[in-house]
């Protein structure tokens, strides 16, 4: 057991700790709350694996870009302290039994699997930013140039469709 | 000096997947529903980043991957969020059982 075995049991608990309160709870603005510290704890584990890249991307876009817009279109649409209306219990249960049987017959796959028990070891040299940027914009093998480029009009009509669902239509009459 | 397994990382990552869709089947609000997405996108990222670190180190796959993930769930938020707003505009209310004008 060294350091960054039991700090990535730490940041797996609380990662898994705030999201079911996120689920749980009956405050929604506590729940944006719970979900933006469940985030950052998932950030911390990258940065455990020398992914900092990556972490940056998660602090950067999930933190800072969509958790807020989460909570401004809740103060757009709801009062702070307002309650959820409590759900009926039969959806409850059915949708944990849902859950509990996928997550249980998930994990008994996974530690009962003997292809996962090879001794695997991870790898120690940190993400070399400029190895990314390389073969993210190649077009021979293993380039990613072509996927890069549709993800560029995705955000293109991401931005154009935004703008036309939002937009205030005027009353002609 | 052991390894952390990692099959204790795939665990942690379906805790994280089936939690995410718990929200998503008992939650009728459509911002949480749009929150427990985020959590099963975020599932999938440590996936790929555990998968890439532990088998292939020498290769950048898994990274790109995360990264298109990452790029893809602020995409559909941004309109997804958008949608919701115009739906508040017009029905003023957000629940799931409320909003059946495009029901049949």
Not at chain 1, 144 to 157: D, G, M, N, Q, R
Not at chain 2, 35 to 45: K, P, Q, R
Not at chain 2, 86 to 93: M, S
């Amino acid at each position: 057991m060294n350091g960054t075995i039991i700090l990535f049991y730490i940041l797996s608990v609380i990662v898994i700790v705030f999201a079911a309160i996120s689920v749980f709870t009956q405050k929604i603005f506590r729940a944006a709350i719970c979900l933006l510290t469940s985030l950052v704890g998932i950030a911390g584990i990258y940065l455990l694996w020398d992914m900092d890249f990556i972490a940056a991307l998660q602090i950067i876009i999930y933190v800072g870009g969509i958790v807020v817009l989460i909570i401004f279109s809740i103060f757009l649409t709801h009062r702070a302290s307002e309650k959820l209306p409590e759900q009926t219990l039969i959806r409850r249960i059915r949708s944990f039994i849902i859950a509990l049987i996928g997550f249980v017959f998930t994990s008994w796959v996974l530690l009962s699997s003997q292809l996962l028990s090879v001794n695997t070891t991870p790898s120690s040299t940190p993400l070399s930013i400029k190895e990314i940027g390389l073969q993210i914009l190649t077009f021979d093998k293993y380039g990613y140039l072509l996927p890069f480029e549709a993800v560029s009009f995705l955000l293109l009509a991401v931005l154009v469709g935004g703008i036309t669902i939002a937009i205030k239509h005027k009353n002609k009459n | 000096m052991e390894q952390l397994p990692i099959s204790h990382i795939l665990v942690v990552s379906s805790a994280l997947f089936f939690i995410g869709v718990y929200g998503f089947l008992a939650r009728r609000n459509l911002i949480t529903i749009l929150m427990s997405i985020e959590l099963i996108l975020n599932s999938a990222n440590i996936n790929f980043i555990a998968f890439n670190k532990y088998l292939y180190p020498d290769k950048l796959d898994g990274v790109f991957f995360t990264m298109f993930i990452i790029t893809i769930a602020a995409a559909e938020v941004s309109l997804g969020l958008a949608i919701i707003i115009n739906l508040y505009r017009r029905f003023n209310t957000i629940d799931i059982e409320d909003t059946k004008t495009m029901k049949y």
